[in-house]
């Protein structure tokens, strides 16, 4: 009787919310028998309230022999038998623990492990305790998929701690930001304008790519990425090719660095002096045409000029009237102009002039000279006062009859 009234005794001073040590006696059927310490009552651990890892398997966690902390939840008591035993939570415990080292963190960043992907955002969990990240605070980008960071760790700063409410929300924007500001800083005082460096292609778009210097994504105008005009970025460079591009401008308060990638390779200019000279016969393709001329492709990348006046001996109104896109014509070299980039050709001047049109030419040319009026001849003497009336004494005065 003594003894019994002594296991009433000792039951009664185990309350739920107590936080109590036990010994675990045996692990079977997904939960662990346990005996707290000083009191003889036994309790039951499973494995629900010992880890939040449902696939997890209790005999990897706890083994017999094993002492353990655990909260005492709440008293159970045998349907047909007077045993008393408790149900207690390890998970629980250290839930509280987190909770009681997370007040007064706010804006702290800690390490936090991604457990499910849940409506609106993300649930984490640290040092036992579950968190909630929103899609809004997951990137500095809006994130669809937030199935990727579900297993993984990392960096979040927290936000908001409520144990009343069991709110625990974190950011890991504000880390990322933090980082990015930090590796801008960081690359713009390692950059200058005419620098050479080295990058990552990160993303294409209509207009451009932009490359991943290490923290800054500077932008290849469509124009910078080749020497060939209307060329389109993918047809250039894809994601995750490394290459090299010079700076050409920097706005560090704006964030903008505009990068050439054309100025790092060689281009069709180089040299041009040895491979085109004046008076050369070459094959080239009109590539485009205009009211003034055409331009044709006399070397790849390369297209020279043919003037409205140098396509044919003939009057042409319009270059389109002769000349067509894609068509293939022999032209003759007038000038090189390698610093200008300019290439001055002509197809008439291997062409020979027609007859007729060499006499049309000389009668425009004499129609085309105004007339100058006769001018009257500069008299070397006077007239007479009286030119108009005479006698016959005038004529015969000296005459005797």
Same mark, same amino acid.
């Not at 005038?394 to 005797?400: A, R, S, Y």
């Given at each position: 009787m003594n003894e019994f009234e002594d296991l009433l005794n000792s039951v009664s001073e185990v309350n739920p919310g107590d936080v109590v040590t036990a010994e675990v006696l045996t692990v079977d059927n997904e939960q662990a028998n346990l005996v707290i310490e000083g009191t003889g009552v036994e309790a039951v651990l499973t494995l629900r309230e010992l880890t939040n890892d449902r696939d997890a398997d209790i005999n990897d966690l706890v083994k017999a022999g094993e002492t353990l902390e655990v909260l005492v939840l709440r008293q159970v008591v045998g349907k047909d038998t007077d045993t008393v035993t408790f149900l207690v939570s390890k998970k629980r415990l250290e839930a509280r623990k987190a909770w009681d080292k997370l007040v007064g963190r706010e804006d702290e960043v800690v390490t936090v492990k991604g457990t499910r992907a849940v409506k609106g955002g993300l649930s984490v969990e640290f040092e036992g305790l579950r968190g909630f990240i929103p899609a809004s605070m997951i990137d500095t980008r809006f994130v669809r998929n937030t199935e990727q960071f579900v297993g993984q760790e990392f960096d979040a700063k927290i936000k908001e701690v409520d144990p009343a409410e069991n709110r625990f929300i974190l950011s890991r924007r504000d880390v990322v930001e933090a980082e990015a500001a930090e590796a801008r800083k960081e690359v713009f005082s390692n950059i200058e304008e005419g620098s050479v460096v080295t990058g990552k292609v990160a993303r294409l778009t209509s207009f451009g790519a932009f490359v991943d210097l290490g923290g800054v994504d500077g932008l290849v105008h469509v124009t910078e990425l080749s020497h060939e005009r209307n060329v389109s970025p993918k047809s250039v460079v894809s994601v995750g090719d490394e290459v090299e591009v010079k700076v050409l401008s920097i706005d560090e308060e704006a964030g903008r660095v505009s990068l050439s990638l054309k100025a790092t390779t060689p281009g069709p200019w180089d040299g #041009? @002096?040895? &491979? /085109?000279? &004046? %008076? @050369? #016969? =070459? *094959?080239g393709k009109v590539k485009r045409l205009t009211d003034f001329g055409a331009f044709v492709e006399v070397l790849p990348g390369i297209d020279g000029l043919v003037h409205i006046s140098q396509i044919s001996h003939k009057r042409v109104e319009n270059p389109k009237d002769v000349l067509s896109v894609g068509q293939d014509v022999t032209v003759k070299v007038l000038e090189v102009d390698s610093s200008a980039e300019r290439v001055s050709l002509s197809i008439k001047a291997l062409e020979e002039r027609p007859a007729q049109a060499e006499g049309e030419n000389n009668s425009e040319k004499r129609q085309s000279r105004p007339r100058r009026p006769k001018r009257e001849a500069k008299r070397d003497y006077e007239l007479p006062e009286t030119q108009t009336g005479f006698s016959i004494a @005038? /004529?015969? %005065? @000296? =005459? *005797?009859l």
């Open positions: #041009v @002096d040895q &491979k /085109l000279a &004046k %008076g @050369d #016969v =070459i *094959e @005038d /004529l015969f %005065g @000296d =005459i *005797e």
